[in-house]
């Protein structure tokens, strides 16, 4: 099915990634009592292989937010940034002096709770705008290979071939200072829900 | 190292090797790499397995490299074509760890472990050997195999470079 998606079908994702990202976009913003740009979302079928390429590769270490979407049309979603943009956010967050190497329980626990309120901000105006019932797990943290982080959220896919559906925004602080990554990466069964929500006709 | 002398194993990809060419295989999460070698001709193989069992799969036509039931009998078989011997096999594993810490019911969300026991199962199976494994815990790592010596070497954030 996922293959011959329509090009009309990959706007209306376009349009759910977009209303998502742009109210956690705006509760980023407000957190950091700064001006946060996003990019328009793609939406794109891609391989496993290359997913990780979109932040740099299999082996780049960079700091995930993870939380399984429940609910009516379950999925995973990632929140990934670098650590030169994770230590930015925690010294423009915190006020404390940020170390250069390693995190601390209280700058974790501060990473943890950006990546919540960023979900659940996506989620909650997601669930408005589809009046689907989607609920967020407690979100868990990485500091990790960007290929081990996010090979976890295809395991649904991979029983089903070797691509995913991503839905991929990108953050900007300040042009390029802070890129932080959104992921959603519904489950194959959810798009049908998600459609039929939309009152997108199914062939 | 000589790049031309490593053999790339993708995800859900497995390969062969003799003569001294490096396997290497990036970013194991919950996937396992798995190496097969036969001491004696140097011949060796690594699979890079995603998910338990193709019972599951939902996939048209299966990529057998991805799962353990399909893809290590695949292995053996193109390592036997090549020369090696199964009953001289020993295996050597890495990966299979759980990348969050999760409460839910939700079975997906151990695959790593899944993933580990299948493969010891498959093994077991056809009678080879473990000779040491780095699997489990809760970060990633990528592994290089040396179809000269035998040995993996594996790295990963938390924990540095290590061989076993």
Do not use: W
Not at chain 1, 112 to 121: F, K, P, Q, V, Y
Not at chain 1, 138 to 166: F, H, K, N, R, T
């Amino acid at each position: 099915m996922l293959h011959r998606l329509e090009a009309f079908k990959l706007d209306v994702l376009k349009e759910v990634g977009n209303i998502g990202a742009g109210n956690a976009a705006t509760a980023l913003s407000r957190l950091l009592d700064k001006p946060v740009d996003m990019n328009v979302p793609t939406v794109s079928l891609i391989p496993f292989e290359q997913i990780a390429d979109k932040v740099g590769g299999n082996e780049q270490v960079v700091i995930a937010v993870f939380l399984r979407v429940e609910g009516e049309a379950p999925g995973n979603m990632f929140f990934i940034i670098n650590e030169d943009s994770a230590k930015k956010l925690l010294r423009n967050l915190l006020a404390l002096d940020v170390q250069e190497e390693g995190y601390s329980e209280m700058e974790y626990s501060a990473l943890g709770e950006i990546g919540n309120i960023l979900a659940g901000s996506y989620l909650s105006s997601l669930a408005d705008f589809t009046q689907l019932y989607l609920s967020p797990t407690v979100p868990a943290i990485a500091v990790d290979m960007a290929g081990a982080i996010l090979s976890y959220g295809l395991v649904q896919y991979g029983e089903m071939g070797d691509s995913a559906l991503l839905i991929d925004t990108t953050f900007l602080e300040g042009k390029e200072a802070l890129a932080g990554h959104f992921f959603l990466i519904p489950d194959p069964e959810s798009f049908d829900k998600i459609f039929s929500a939309l009152g997108v006709p199914n062939e | 190292m000589n790049d031309a002398n490593v053999v790339k194993v993708g995800m859900a990809d497995l390969k062969i090797a003799a003569g001294g060419a490096i396997l290497k295989t990036t970013g194991l999460g919950s996937c396992v790499g798995l190496t097969l070698f036969d001491e004696r001709t140097k011949v060796a193989g690594m699979v890079h397995v995603m998910l338990p069992s193709s019972e599951i799969a939902r996939e048209a036509s299966i990529n057998i490299a991805k799962y353990a039931d399909t893809s290590i009998p695949h292995l053996i078989e193109l390592m036997r074509l090549e020369g090696a011997e199964p009953k001289r096999f020993v295996a050597k594993m890495a990966g299979g760890a759980q990348m969050f810490a999760f409460h839910t019911n939700n079975d997906s969300m151990r695959i790593g472990p899944r993933n580990v026991e299948s493969c010891k199962q498959m093994l077991k199976q056809f009678n080879i050997p473990v000779l040491s494994e780095d699997t489990g815990l809760n970060y990633g790592r990528t592994i290089e195999f040396c179809s000269m010596s035998g040995k993996m070497t594996i790295r990963s954030v938390q924990q540095g470079v290590k061989e076993i």
